[in-house]
């Protein structure tokens, strides 16, 4: 529902400010559309005494560098970046080439990286 969705600039500070309105109505998870927003809502919810991920799980999204370095280590989504590269310039080469290529679009399998942002809800 949009009563759980919230609008933010792609920044830690949007993130915090995004997360801190999703915290006040008792959420238990946020999932972030990038790892600086989700960073954000890691502040958050410090800031608001709760422990991640034991009272809220938070997930970012891209898996940038230096995921694995933070307390704690943030539980993202990992774009295969080689695979949509690679299909990229294979297309543009094609295209130079004057093959016909079709247009529409690629889908890429993203994968869940876990790691200590994400925990089970607390039983109530």
Same mark, same amino acid.
């Given at each position: *529902?949009?009563?759980? +969705?919230e609008?933010?600039?792609? &920044?830690? @500070?949007?993130?915090?400010? $995004?997360?801190?309105?999703?915290?006040?109505?008792? +959420?238990?998870?946020? #999932?972030?559309? &990038? !790892?600086p927003l989700?960073?954000? $809502?890691?502040?958050? $919810?410090?800031?608001? =005494?709760? /422990?991640?991920?034991? !009272?809220v799980?938070?997930? =970012?999204?891209?898996?940038? $560098?230096?995921?694995?370095?933070?307390?704690?280590?943030?539980?993202?989504?990992?774009? *295969? #970046? @080689?695979?949509? =590269?690679?299909?990229?310039?294979?297309?543009?080469?094609?295209? #130079?080439?004057?093959? @016909?290529?079709? /247009? =529409?679009e690629?889908?890429?399998? *993203?994968?869940?990286?876990?790691?200590? &942002?994400?925990?089970? *809800? &607390?039983?109530?």
């Open positions: *529902p949009d009563e759980y +969705v609008r933010a600039m792609f &920044s830690l @500070e949007g993130g915090q400010a $995004a997360a801190a309105r999703l915290l006040e109505r008792g +959420v238990t998870g946020i #999932i972030c559309a &990038s !790892d989700a960073l954000g $809502a890691v502040r958050a $919810a410090r800031r608001r =005494g709760l /422990h991640v991920p034991h !009272d799980s938070v997930i =970012g999204y891209d898996d940038s $560098a230096f995921m694995t370095c933070t307390e704690p280590p943030l539980t993202t989504v990992r774009q *295969p #970046i @080689e695979a949509m =590269g690679r299909a990229a310039v294979d297309l543009l080469c094609a295209q #130079i080439q004057g093959t @016909e290529v079709p /247009h =529409g690629l889908l890429f399998e *993203p994968e869940l990286v876990v790691r200590g &942002s994400t925990a089970q *809800p &607390s039983a109530a």
